[in-house]
């Protein structure tokens, strides 16, 4: 196993060498994700200072217009991900069509991103994050990005929370990596994250108990909380999900009587964090079958989501279930 400290350049490499016919691809992919998501980390931290250097008339002190924080990580995305040659095409949620890059003709994969998540909490200064999801191109269209979860080559988030951290797989378990931003790197440590078999936090927008649409979601909520488990629901998924990932127990953004699918997205939110969590050891389910198993109908299409633990997610399909 990786030592602590390696950093990810390098940890990235030695994983592509276990694989004689590797080509580097999915290395340079991978480093080139690390990389923009450094640059949007900087923004991030700047984003209180951007008031005092001069929000005024929309322009900073170098004379630039001042954008927001999500379109800014959307640009930087699509202009890393486009420079890089890797990637056909791309999809990102704040996009209506996907892209293909003059760069990418080469290019062996696609990939779907949110480039920034928890935009709400942005002006408060709580976690925000990246997340992506990278597929094989098959023939080279949109319908490139209507595949099921299960079929992602890697897929990971970048958390801009205390410290900055990028978690992500190829389907052979799940490492994390925090920035040491002294040396603008990103560190190994957390390798090899599995997720508890159980846990004791809860994590859903309760607001909406009274919109939701399956009676068998409240009683197993009110189970929970007989059971002795606490409520965490910060509204930003990456972080919502990388503490469930850590810390075990159950994320769920449900849907309601309003919105038939809920409210996170298949490709951009809800099939990464679902290929992260079951490489990690835990369980994912739209309520009818696994996340990983949805095929996509559409590329902004939303799903249901239920991610966690083995033993809470079974337990809410069992409430689910009668
Ligand atoms: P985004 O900022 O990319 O639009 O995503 C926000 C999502 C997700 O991060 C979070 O889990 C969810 O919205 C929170 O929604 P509610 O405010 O409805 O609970
Ligand atoms: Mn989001
Ligand atoms: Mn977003």
Sequence with gaps: MAKIGTNLTRFILEEERKYPNATGSLSLALNTIAS????????????????????????????????????????????????????????????????????GKNGK???????LDGSSNIDVNV???????????????????LQEGYK??????????????LVYSTGNGV???????????FLLSHPNIKIPEKGKIYSINEANAKKWDKE????????????GYTSRYIGSMVADVHRTLIKGGIFAYPSDKKNKNGKLRLLYEASPMAFLIEQAG?????????ILKVKPSNIH????????????????LEFLNG
């Design 36 to 103: 923009a998501c450094k640059v949007i980390a900087s923004h991030v931290r700047m984003a209180g200072l951007v008031d005092i250097l001069g929000k005024a008339g929309k322009t900073n002190i170098q004379g630039e217009e001042v954008q927001k924080l999500d379109e800014l990580s959307n640009e930087i995305l699509i202009e890393y991900l486009s420079d890089c040659g890797e990637f056909y095409a791309l999809a990102s949620e704040e996009l209506d069509e996907p892209i293909f890059p003059e760069n």
């Design 109 to 115: 994969y696609i990939i779907s991103f949110d480039p």
């Design 127 to 145: 976690s925000i994050g990246t997340i992506f999801s990278i597929h094989k191109k098959l023939e080279g269209n949109i319908n490139d990005f």
């Design 152 to 165: 992602q080559v890697a897929a990971g988030y970048v958390i801009y929370g205390s410290s900055t951290m």
């Design 175 to 185: 490492n994390g990596f925090t920035l040491d931003p002294s040396v603008g790197m």
């Design 216 to 227: 068998g979601l409240k009683d197993f909520v009110e189970n929970l909380k007989e059971e």
């Design 282 to 290: 835990g369980k994912t389910t739209t309520g009818e079958e696994n």
């Design 301 to 316: 299409q939303r799903v249901p989501v239920f991610l966690g633990s083995k033993k809470e997610v079974n337990q809410l």
